[in-house]
């Protein structure tokens, strides 16, 4: 069974960093993309960032500049680097995994169970 599991969350006050990090077990053979989403209260889940397995990055445009995505592909793993934190950084923030290459079959897609980050003014 696929699981992605997030640590790193917590929190900070404005102006801080946090790194989120996830890994990915099972018995998975390659990952297309990886990527996090957030969710605020209230709020639908919205793209952050999203990697590649050949490192092709895509960025929402409140984060671009202030968040780096990074991945190891030989560990199935995928990193979230937030400098610059503010108030509206504050959401549960959720890994995800596409195109996921099992002993299983091919999953399209899987998400962790979410780690929640606090920015404080």
């Known amino acids: 069974q696929v699981q992605l599991v997030e640590s790193g969350g917590g929190l900070v006050q404005a102006g801080e960093s946090l790194r989120l990090s996830c890994a990915a077990s099972?018995?998975?053979?390659?990952?297309?993309?990886m990527g996090w989403y957030r969710q605020a209260p209230g709020r639908q889940r919205d793209l952050v960032a999203t990697i590649t397995r050949g490192r092709n990055t895509n960025y929402a445009d409140s984060v671009k500049g202030r968040f780096t995505i990074s991945r190891d592909n030989a560990k199935n793993t995928v990193d979230l680097q937030m400098n610059s934190l503010n108030v509206e950084d504050t959401a549960v923030y959720y890994c995800s995994a596409d195109q996921l290459l099992t002993a299983g079959g091919l999953l399209p897609k899987v998400w962790g169970q979410g780690t929640p980050v606090t920015v404080s003014s």
């Open positions: 099972g018995s998975i053979f390659s990952i297309y993309t």
